[in-house]
């Protein structure tokens, strides 16, 4: 059983930054398809980025601004967020799965496993 847990959110100001951690207990991140995803508010949960080993993807709305990286030895993934704007407000979730092969699975896809969300709001 893949447990995640994710910190870094809170408050920044537009064209601020923001880095969400995302630490995986029950595998290794390396060998798991990870993906943030956010919802807005009033608005369904959105996948924006998706990282493997090999692999990693962005929704357009990010793209540019938004960056995965992995860190097998702290076992934990992230997502260093730039040039924030109040658009990007919302409650951010990573995600799990295992056995999806190295590279990410095209959304919309289901993952098994979640953590509990972090806020970040994006405000002057």
């Known amino acids: 059983q893949v447990q995640l847990v994710e910190s870094g959110g809170g408050l920044a100001q537009p064209g601020g930054s923001l880095r969400l951690s995302c630490t995986a207990s029950?595998?290794?991140?390396?060998?798991?398809?990870m993906a943030w995803f956010r919802q807005a508010p009033g608005k369904g949960r959105e996948e924006i980025s998706c990282i493997t080993r090999r692999d990693e993807t962005y929704a357009s709305s990010v793209r540019g601004r938004f960056t995965s990286s992995m860190d097998t030895a702290a076992n934990t993934v992230y997502l260093q967020m730039s040039s924030l704007s109040p658009e990007d407000t919302g409650v951010y979730y990573c995600?799990?799965?295992?056995?999806?092969?190295?590279?990410?699975?095209?959304?919309?896809?289901?993952?098994?496993?979640w953590g509990q969300g972090t806020q970040v709001t994006v405000s002057s």
């Open positions: 995600a799990a799965d295992a056995g999806t092969g190295p590279y990410c699975p095209d959304p919309p896809y289901t993952y098994p496993y």
């Open positions: 029950g595998g290794t991140v390396d060998s798991l398809t």
